[in-house]
């Protein structure tokens, strides 16, 4: 858990903007394709964006597409999610991660609040 440590949420008023963090410490991730996760209150843990060093190295959910940029520092060892005008419905713990099989992932990290607000 202390290998992927998220940061950066809180309460943001819908419209608003916040840049959530995610610390890798684990060496075998700091190179791997990374991506965001989100679990909603009440519902499953779901993907919402993917970086990697293909031909086309970010990917997003279509729940969040346009209203998130995903993007990393290799030098330190972060991976970031720029979330624009975010939505009540966008509230919830958001984690990062390796990109595999969600049954495959893990360990979590405690993840990040973001809470929007009307």
């Known amino acids: 858990q202390v290998q992927l440590v998220e940061s950066g949420g809180g309460l943001v008023q819908a419209g608003g903007s916040l840049r959530l963090s995610c610390a890798v410490s684990?060496?075998?991730?700091?190179?791997?394709?990374m991506g965001w996760y989100r679990q909603i209150p009440g519902k499953q843990r779901e993907w919402v964006a993917a970086?990697?060093?293909?031909?086309?190295?970010?990917n997003y959910a279509d729940s969040t597409k346009g209203r998130v940029t995903i993007s990393r520092d290799n030098a330190r060892n972060t991976v970031y999610l720029e979330m624009r005008s975010p939505k009540p419905e966008d509230t919830g713990v958001y984690s990062c991660?390796?990109?595999?099989?969600?049954?495959?992932?893990?360990?979590w990290g405690q993840g990040t609040q973001v809470t929007v607000s009307s």
């Open positions: 970086i990697t060093t293909g031909p086309t190295p970010t």
């Open positions: 991660n390796k990109m595999g099989p969600m049954t495959s992932l893990g360990p």
């Open positions: 684990a060496r075998s991730l700091r190179f791997a394709p």
